[in-house]
């Protein structure tokens, strides 16, 4: 039972329009989410995060909308750039108290975006 | 920073024999430290995670264990792999007290069981 889903495979956009990668999750005790990177032979990135206080954040090139009623997050990317292609990965995490949480985050499949020139 | 050494990148094994990958921290000290797998198709996975040395916590039941000797050393075993043990897995640190941006990962090692 995925609890965090990422349902496009993959993603292709041209260089300079906008990526929207989307992530869906089912366990209303979330959070706290994140967008993680991850290029070939590399582990994973931080990227951005959005708490459930928030419905937006914004860090550059880099949004996060968050939708709690619809338990959907997106990450938008503008203008795009052939240095974004990578693997983006979706992840959730519930917050308690003393902090043994963090870390233990949920994530989704992954979402291959490839940027063309 | 941190960086988080994981060793081998490619592994092929065949079913039945044993595992040990490790993953050694370097530029903290007393992190948390994480085991995660991705299987084909699904997500990062949470297998163990340990808060200090000798200290483990399994997140789901599987064949494989997980031991802390030292305070930045963290390795992934099993005595018998199954084919469902293929995948991608990852270490990975934390070493902050509020938040999960500071959550780095190893670079991850492929397994081939077969």
């Known amino acids: 039972d995925q609890q965090v889903k990422q349902n496009s495979p993959s993603l292709s956009v041209q260089e300079g329009r906008i990526s929207i990668l989307n992530c869906d999750y089912t366990n209303s005790m979330f959070d706290y989410f994140l967008w993680y990177k991850k290029y070939p032979a590399e582990g994973p990135t931080f990227l951005i995060s959005?708490?459930?206080?928030?419905d937006k954040n914004e860090d550059g090139r880099f949004t996060v909308f968050l939708n709690k009623s619809a338990k959907h997050l997106s990450l938008h990317i503008v203008p795009s750039q052939p240095g974004d292609s990578a693997v983006y990965f979706c992840?959730?995490?519930?917050?308690?108290?003393?902090?043994?949480?963090?870390?233990?985050?949920?994530f989704g499949q992954g979402t291959i975006l490839t940027v063309h020139p | 920073s941190q960086t988080i050494h994981q060793w081998p990148a490619t592994l092929v094994q065949p079913v039945g024999s044993p595992l040990s990958l490790e993953c050694t921290v370097e530029g903290t000290s007393n992190p948390n430290l994480y085991w995660y797998r991705q299987a084909a198709g699904r997500g990062l996975q949470l297998l163990f995670y340990?808060?200090?040395?000798?200290?483990i916590s399994s997140e789901v039941p599987q064949n494989l264990s997980a031991s802390r000797p030292q305070d930045r050393q963290f390795i992934l075993s099993s005595k018998k792999l199954l084919l469902s043990d293929s995948g991608f897995y990852l270490c990975a640190s934390h070493r902050g007290l509020t938040t999960n941006e500071k959550l780095f990962f190893g670079s991850g090692t492929q397994l081939s069981v077969l």
């Open positions: 340990s808060v200090g040395i000798g200290q």
């Open positions: 959005i708490s459930s206080i928030k």
């Open positions: 992840a959730a995490s519930v917050s308690a108290a003393g902090g043994t949480s963090y870390g233990k985050l949920t």
